[in-house]
């Protein structure tokens, strides 16, 4: 299983809106139209 992270550099660690998981390519890009549209997020492994 893999994730989307988005971080947003702007905010400090901690910070509620520093970190963003998505669990799937399209809940990632439905949240940057709506939030930032210049964003990117990275996919990574989940391990279990």
Same mark, same amino acid.
Do not use: L, R, S
């Given at each position: 299983?893999? @994730?989307f @992270? +988005? @971080?947003n550099a702007a /905010?400090? !660690?901690g910070d509620k809106e520093h970190i $963003? !998981?998505?669990t799937n390519v399209d809940a990632? %890009? $439905?949240w940057f #139209? #709506? /939030?930032d549209p %210049?964003? =990117?997020a990275f996919e +990574? #492994? =989940?391990l279990e």
């Open positions: 299983m893999t @994730v @992270v +988005y @971080v /905010n400090q !660690v $963003k !998981v998505f990632a %890009e $439905k #139209e #709506e /939030n %210049e964003g =990117v +990574y #492994e =989940v």
